[in-house]
Nanobody
Framework: QVQLVESGGGLVQAGGSLRLSCAAS????????MGWFRQAPGKEREFVAV????????VYADSVKGRFTISRDNAKRTVYLQMNSLKPEDTAVYYC????????????????WGQGTQVTVSS
């Protein structure tokens, strides 16, 4: 089992920045690829970014490319999502998730999920 706890969400004005953190406990964190997803009201959960177990590979959704950066610190068992130039359309609950397999953009392939953290971007 892996337990994931997100933090760092909040209210920010358009153009601002936030850094989300996801702390992991339980089984060996470094075995897992880690992803960030988000879900806005009335919409399906969507992929944001993923990072490989080593941190050497990352993939981003087109909507956040160039604005968001995913990173991880295996010694601290934490994955981060640095979000810059935020837009109102980035408003959503953000979830981190762990996948023991290959890098994946698909939510059903992830084994463990956090409870989510709210990000609200005002215009």
């Amino acid at each position: 089992q892996v337990q994931l706890v997100e933090s760092g969400g909040g209210l920010v004005q358009a153009g601002g920045s936030l850094r989300l953190s996801c702390a992991a406990s339980g089984r060996t964190f470094s075995r897992y690829s880690m992803g960030w997803f988000r879900q806005a009201p009335g919409k399906e959960r969507e992929f944001v970014a993923v990072i490989s177990w080593s941190g050497g590979s990352t993939v981003y959704a087109d909507s956040v490319k160039g604005r968001f950066t995913i990173s991880r610190d295996n010694a601290k068992r934490t994955v981060y999502l640095q979000m810059n130039s935020l837009k109102p359309e980035d408003t959503a609950v953000y979830y981190c998730a762990a996948n023991e397999g290959v890098l994946s953009l698909r939510a059903p392939t992830y084994d463990y999920w956090g409870q989510g953290t709210q990000v609200t971007v005002s215009s």
